[in-house]
């Protein structure tokens, strides 16, 4: 096949890159320039695609012996990864950039451009597994990436190729040093590619201003504190809510209304829900009959719960969890899998939550 | 491989290589006052005076340098400091936006943190810049502490008239400085009848080595050094020379020079054919810059081996890519230190729209360019320009 190796200057996407060519593949190497501050393309700050990543993954691309340019994306990314992202914390939710990422850079824009520039499937370092059209998790459940590839459809993923999904992380790393590539050793990168210094309620500031609210308990419906924004704040937060409410018992986010800038919180049982309702889903196959039952996993490191997926009036899904999760927030992907461990679960699609609840009560919004 | 891109690098000629490879082997350092030293100042000495001599200087103008960034760097920055050190009204820097990288960043640079105030010089559509605009720019020059200009532009290969330009400069007292890289070996370059102050030249775009350079400076120019050491030439660039490097120089440059009315009709004809045959192919391709018969004081307007089109809709950087697929080597300009393409600075300056800008591509023609290098454009360029249409213009 002709691919594109997408190659971020990481040890996955290098070896991912180097077993593409090794199994007699004809490859070109593709660094995208994702940073929405151009300066940093030139003054070599961490970030996206700092300077030194597009060097690493050059290194790698010259020592294969493979064609490298760099695809300028980062308008692209802005519009559709870091704007989105701003947009829904202000809307009071919690996007994942990196499954938006995935969705409308690596297998859209990028991978429209590679079809249309002759090529036949995008290859990328992400742990996950993919036979026969079928998505599955990696074999290395620590760095197992299913969750947030689950917005691929099929039409997407027969355009993909991931090679790292059999092995482990370890393993990648050994191949790299087999091979002499000096990102072998390279840390793992764990923050938001555009907000390198982790500081996520910084960057909204920065973004959003200051947009003073009143954080309400649920039970009494009193006003107990005040807060600087209520994009600082995700569902299912317990940490740094800044209010004394007399117990001692912990409190938990519960729910954000952006006009009012209400920040709801209340305790552990009330932050709890057994159902959401999501958007209209997309699916990595054939779309499955309804209902069905299924393990949902509701963000990237997430544990998956037993759950049974019907349909709404709106075309959304209902997913009734078989036990009650603390923390959903609307924004969130439940990507839902049909576990069959002994060949990695198989992921059969996601949709974006629009709300959370109980079953029996009016939903959370 | 079918290498157009001579003007980012071209191959040694055989006369500088072999120069170069003989002198490689031997001891001595210019400077040491032993034999073996005697001997290798006697070899670069003259190498300075060929090196002069082929374009129009005297050997005590010709300082060698490590290459074009490092000339262009020494006179913009030199020229200033010397200038405004001698009076302090002297602050503003007049250049074209259309320069290289190594004028312009040098250029804001001491914008940025030199306290020097720039007047950027409009750029003609063609992409020259014309004694009108240069005057205009200086006024009655008593703020202006140093001008430049390149001879011949190294993405669309405008050639100014620097003899105009150098006239309008000398007129008010203004040094001017040329960026005439480009322009050595392709066009007929004579330092003194110029009348410019400064000239920057380098190696590896007319055959010699890479990391060799010169800048010719006028005797009565006042430069500040950028490297500060044992004085070596002139006490305005210190470092020990690079002998062998500078052999390799001086005999590619004599032999660009001996050679170039013959190798420019060669290469304009072969660049004429391969700018009529590919829009023969693509139609609506554009030609930036100018004309292919331009002529500017008497010689071409244009660089011989310049081409330079834009083919709308499709990406440059998409254009480069599946030429190299198929072997054939060009360029679309800068690119940042990344390796991002960019929409070329110098098309943006002569006024071009950006989407024009991004969907170009330079080929250029040097010394080993033959009819079969064109043929194999022409062979496959409607195909990928088809191709890199259909990826469009999207991601950006």
Known sequence: MRLIAAMSGGVDSAVAAALAVEAGHDVTGVHLALSPDRQTLRSGARGCCSVEDAHDARRVADSLGIPFYVWDLADRFREDVVEDFVAEYAAGRTPNPCLRCNEKIKFSAVLDRALALGFDAVVTGHHARLADGELRRSVDAAKDQSYVLGVLTARQLAGAVFPLGSMTKDRVRELAAERGYAVATKPDSHDICFIPDGDTRGFLARRLGEQPGPVVDATTGATVGTHAGAYGFTI???????????????????????????????????????????????????????????????????????????????????????ERQRGVAPGQSAVLYAPDADRGDRVLGQGTVLRAGERSAALHT | MTYLDHAATTPMLPSALAAMTEQLARVGNASSLHASGREARRVAEQSREQLAAALGARPSEVLFTGGGTEGDNLAVKGLYWARRAADQARRRIVASPAEHHAVLDSVEWLEKHDDAEVTWLRVEPDGRISPDALAEALGDGRDVAVASVMWANNEIGAVSDLAALAAVARAVGVPLHTDAVQAIGQLPVDFAASGVDALTMTGHKLGGPMGAGALLLRRDAECTPLLHGGGQERDVRSGTLDVAAIVGLAAATRSAVDERGERAARLTALRDRLVAGVVAQVPDAQLNGPALDDVVAGGPGRLPGNAHLSFPGAEGDALLMLLDARGIECSTGSACSAGVARPSHVLLAAGADPARARSSLRFSLGHTSTDADVDELLAVIAPVVERARRAGMGGH
């Open chain 1, 236 to 322: 299912g937060q317990r940490r740094g809510l800044g209010v004394s409410t007399g117990d001692q018992r912990p409190r938990y986010v519960l729910g954000i209304e952006p006009v009012s800038r209400t920040v709801t919180i209340g305790t552990a049982e009330q932050a709890e829900v057994d159902e959401v309702v999501t958007r209209a889903p997309t699916w990595t196959g054939p779309v499955p009959e309804l209902p069905f039952t299924a393990a949902v996993q509701l963000r990237a490191h997430g544990t998956p719960v037993a759950c049974t997926v019907s349909g709404t009036e709106e075309g959304g899904l209902r997913i009734e969890f078989g």
